[in-house]
């Protein structure tokens, strides 16, 4: 398994308890599957004792060098819809995530990276149930397969990490647990839940989880809907998700997981200021012309698993195989998508030495392939289809990733771990069409060897410092080399990866078990960062290229404190300083100009009180400063601050649990812009929802 360079903050737990009683976040067992943890992470006590498995390992925070968050399952609760990402990764320093549409389409970026993405996540490595869901480009979809609500913890890892999973996760990894089985002798639960609130939005979602002898399972099924904020942005989805953790016997364990996603959206695009200022809510002229939108359907089957050799060396591997099929109207055509995507993980460890000095030395290899079927017809309007073909093309793709590791314990103290990784990403497009007898088939291939190294000092159960150096390699997506502005077939062949390398150093800890608190300094350096640009042939497509090169200091802070015993607040605040250097785009020379979309401060607050056991109080806030909109820095977004708050009553009722919720988004009413996006044309702009109140109602059998 994978040793990575962590250190964790953790959010959305409890208070830290004045005992000595360790009730923690343990390791998992030794025969638990990769990516399994059975830790509750609503009670941590003793916050050295906490491990973070995101690295298909469980590794204590105590001896991490690296910056990691970990949202536990209070945070989890609170989500006013439990729809999308953003309410997950609100108080996580150094992520951004714009939910431009008030649905599930988000985009999201750590320390900056993946900021220009037209959809879905660029260079974050996703692992659901220890499944990755990016393809072997590194793009993964709008976290459409993820139901929030079944969700019970989240390891967010921060910088740097291609040596850990390659170009996927050249910003960081984001770890995503669902629902965990009761342990041997546990008692089966049953939640039943619903929400409902403005803008047409409901949701309910129904799980379960039992054993039966060596078998535990658990299953889950949710149905959302909403009209969004504004017109053309109606979106609703259906999400069915079964897994199980088999005992096999001493040495063996597996766990089988299947999932069911049919996710829609409409797409609103982006406003140009005068159609701001005339009607915020409008959708762009273009999106109704041609009803642009994005459906989704993928089932999803895999087997992580793990095999005991020997007290000290496991076996850890898992398979899997997604099935796509994808639609989208946009304006100058209907694409249909086909998508078969096989892989797996082999992952060799072994824990060598005694005394002063031991090793953690292991090997391994992921291995992943998709094929993708496209073909793309006119958009004669309302995304009726036209029988002329655009395009008829097939993608085959894979990627292979070879990486070896070393974590050095020296005394009780001092921990030093070093990641190399050797990835080689093919692209092959094979032209069935050739219109005119032009034969747009070719090739896209990159490859890339990493490197990761960092040293932890630990003195004392209650703090530690850190710091770390890595590299960065991010290959064009799919998304990026299917957008051709040559042709409307073919790779767009003038691309080439993003690479980079940074330090970071950090200090974490906790005081009088009343105050947690994590700071991470970091430096990035890329070069061949990705800038968007339009053609005038092509006006209303997005096209991508390497624009410039980045220099990027930041700070991250997280702060959870206890002020009194029943009141605790949690701050997370980033600052961002992210320029080019030596970079030209369309605008011309943009040196020393800022990156677009990345506030210098951003700043996220949540207060709550528990005036008696069964009432939470809650008020929290959302303050980012102005943004530029594109490189060229000559206009900007000005900042804001959204105010939000909840009240959430626990009860009993017939042998069941319960909880009433009640919430509200941006309380006074601010108008804000939610997203913009780099375009040419001006149409850059897209505002986010005003005033937001929502109900909720969770019931629980044991």
Known sequence: MITTLVCCTLLGTAPLAPTAHHDTLASPPQQAPANSTKADTTRVYDLMAVTVTATRTAIPLRVNPGATSVVGQRNLDDMARTVAVDEAMRLVPGVKVDNQADGERVHMSIRGQGILSERGLRGIKVLLDGIPLNDPSGFASDLYDVDWSDVSKVEVLRGPGASLYGGGSTAGVLNIVTMEPPAEGGAPTSTAEAHMGSNGFWKTAARGTGRSGDVGYGVSLSRTYGDGYREHTAFNATNARAKAEWSVNDRLRLEPIVSWTSFFNQNAEGLNLTWLAENRRQANPDANTFNELQRTRRFTGGMVGRYELSPSTSLDFNGYIRDTRYLEPVPSSVQHRSLAA?????????????????????????????????????????????????????????????????????????????????????????????????????????????????????????????????????????????????????????????????????????????????????????????????????????????????????????????????????????????????????????????????????????????????????????????????????????????????????????????????????????????????????????????????????????
């Open 342 to 702: 096989p892989g797996g993980t082999v992952q060799l460890s072994s824990r060598l030495g005694s005394g002063t000095v031991t090793h953690t030395l292991g090997g391994g290899a992921d291995v992943e392939w998709q094929r993708i079927a496209e073909f793309r017809v006119p958009n004669l309007g309302l995304a009726k289809e036209g029988t002329t073909l655009l395009s008829d093309q097939t993608i085959h793709q894979s990627g292979l990733g070879v990486f070896l590791f070393d974590r050095v314990e020296l005394g009780r103290s001092w921990t030093a771990l070093l990641n190399v990784r050797y990835d080689r990403i093919t692209n092959r497009l094979d032209d069935q069409l050739q219109a005119g007898g032009v034969d747009l088939s070719g090739n896209a291939d990159f490859d890339r060897a990493t490197a990761r190294v960092g040293l932890s000092w630990s003195p004392s159960q209650e703090w530690s410092v850190y710091g770390n150096w890595g590299q960065g390699f991010l290959p064009p997506a799919t998304e990026e080399l299917a957008n051709n502005p040559a042709a409307q077939g073919g790779f767009n062949e003038s691309l080439e990866p993003a690479l980079s390398h940074g330090e970071e150093v950090g200090v974490r800890g906790i005081r009088g078990h009343r105050f947690l608190y994590d700071v991470a300094l970091f430096h990035l350096e890329t070069s061949g960062d990705f800038d968007r640009y339009r053609v005038p042939s092509r006006p209303l497509e997005t096209f991508y290229r390497n624009g410039g090169n980045s220099r990027r200091f930041g700070a991250e802070v997280y702060a959870n404190v206890n002020l009194l015993d029943p009141v605790w607040l949690q701050v997370a605040y980033t600052w961002s300083h992210f320029l080019y250097k030596k970079s030209t785009s369309v605008y011309g020379d943009i040196e020393g100009n800022w990156l677009p979309n990345s506030p210098q401060h951003q700043l996220l607050t949540d207060l709550a009180w528990h005036p008696v056991p069964e009432l939470t109080l809650g008020v929290g806030s959302d303050t980012y400063s102005k943004w530029y909109v594109d490189a060229s820095s000559a206009t900007s977004v000005d900042g804001y601050t959204l105010w939000n708050a909840r009240a959430a009553w626990s009860f009993d009722l017939s042998g069941m649990t319960g909880e009433l919720s009640v919430q509200g988004r941006n309380l006074t009413a601010t108008k804000y812009i939610a997203f913009t996006e780099p375009d040419p044309d001006g149409n850059s702009y897209q505002p986010g929802p005003e005033r937001e109140l929502f109900v909720g109602l969770r019931l629980t059998r044991r």
